[in-house]
Nanobody
Framework: QVQLVESGGRLVQAGDSLRLSCAAS????????MGWFRQAPGKERQFVAD????????AYADSVKGRFTISRDNAKNTVYLQMNSLKAEDTALYYC?????????????WGQGTQVTVSS
């Protein structure tokens, strides 16, 4: 099992940058694919980005591609989401998620979320 804790969310201005962090606890962390999702009030949860267990493969939603970067440091049991050129539409509660390697990115472990608010 995995316990995830997100941090770094805050109120920022449009065009600003922000880095979110997700700290994980447990064993054999390199066995997990990781992802970021977000949910705005009244909207469905949206996929943002994910990264393979080794960090060599990444994927992004079209809405954030070119602006956001997902990365991980397995030695620190941490995954990051670097967000640049933030827009008001990026405002949401951001969740970190983990999927056991080999489960086709079936994310079953979730953090509590960290709020990102972008004003303009």
């Amino acid at each position: 099992q995995v316990q995830l804790v997100e941090s770094g969310g805050r109120l920022v201005q449009a065009g600003d940058s922000l880095r979110l962090s997700c700290a994980a606890s447990g064993r054999t962390w390199s066995d997990y694919d990781m992802g970021w999702f977000r949910q705005a009030p009244g909207k469905e949860r949206q996929f943002v980005a994910d990264i393979s267990w080794s960090g060599s493969i990444t994927a992004y939603a079209d809405s954030v591609k070119g602006r956001f970067t997902i990365s991980r440091d397995n030695a620190k049991n941490t995954v990051y989401l670097q967000m640049n050129s933030l827009k008001a539409e990026d405002t949401a509660l951001y969740y970190c998620a983990a999927a056991r390697r080999g489960t086709s990115y079936n994310f079953v472990y979730w953090g509590q979320g960290t709020q990102v608010t972008v004003s303009s």
